[in-house]
C-alpha cells in the first residue's frame, strides 16, 4: 500500500509541475521532465513573519519560472551575464546549434577571470546542452533552460519578469559553492 500511495504523489507532484508551464503559449514541451527539473530549480518561494516586542517584520519573496521555446532558436543569440560575474555570448543558427564563449571569476574577488568555449552545444525545445572547455583543455558539462523569471516582493505585488538562461552544474563564486546560476540575457 506504501508504494501505492508514493506513485500517487509522484504522479501529483509531476502534474503540479507540468500544468504550472502549460499556461504559457511558449512552454517547452510537457514531455522533456530534464527541463521541467531545471524550471524548478529556479523557482522559490519565502514568506517569513517575526514579531518581537509587539513590533511585525515580515519578509516575502516569490520566484517563478517558466521555460521560453522560440520559434526560431537563432533568437536566443545574445550576451547573457550574471552578477556573479560570469558571462556568456551565445550565437544560435536556425536548427539549434549554437556556440559561445565565456567568463567566469576564478578567486573568490572575482579580480581573476577563466574564459571557456562551448562545444557540441545543441538547443532542443528550450534546453541547451553543450560542453565547456576552458584554455587549459579541461572541460566540464554545461546545461540550462531559457526562461523567463518572475520575481515578487510581496503577495500583491505584480511582479518583474526577465528572460534568461537558468545553467545548473558547480559554481564557486566570491567563496560560496553554487549548483545554480542565472544569466539575463542584455
Request: glycine share 10%; no cysteine; hydrophobic share 35%.
Amino acid at each position: 500500500m506504501n508504494g501505492f500511495y508514493s506513485r500517487i504523489a509522484l504522479i501529483g507532484v509531476t502534474s503540479t509541475l507540468l500544468t504550472g508551464t502549460a499556461l504559457s503559449q511558449q512552454t517547452a514541451p510537457i514531455s522533456d521532465l530534464r527541463t521541467q527539473a531545471i524550471v524548478a530549480s529556479f523557482n522559490k518561494s519565502k514568506h517569513v513573519i517575526k514579531e518581537k516586542r509587539g513590533v511585525r517584520m515580515e519578509k516575502y519573496l516569490e520566484v517563478r519560472s517558466v521555460p521560453v521555446t522560440k520559434q526560431d532558436p537563432a533568437d536566443y543569440s545574445g550576451m547573457y551575464d550574471a552578477s556573479e560575474g560570469l558571462r556568456l555570448q551565445l550565437r544560435v543558427d536556425a536548427n539549434g546549434r549554437a556556440e559561445g564563449t565565456g567568463s567566469e571569476p576564478v578567486n573568490d574577488a572575482g579580480t581573476v577571470q577563466r574564459t571557456f568555449n562551448l562545444r557540441n552545444a545543441r538547443i532542443t525545445g528550450a534546453r541547451i546542452k553543450a560542453t565547456k572547455v576552458y584554455a587549459d583543455g579541461s572541460s566540464e558539462p554545461f546545461e540550462g533552460v531559457f526562461l523567463n523569471r518572475t520575481r515578487f516582493e510581496s503577495p500583491t505585488d505584480k511582479g518583474e519578469t526577465v528572460f534568461g538562461l537558468g545553467v545548473v552544474g558547480h559554481f564557486r563564486i566570491g567563496g560560496n559553492d553554487l549548483d545554480r546560476v542565472f544569466y539575463e540575457l542584455r
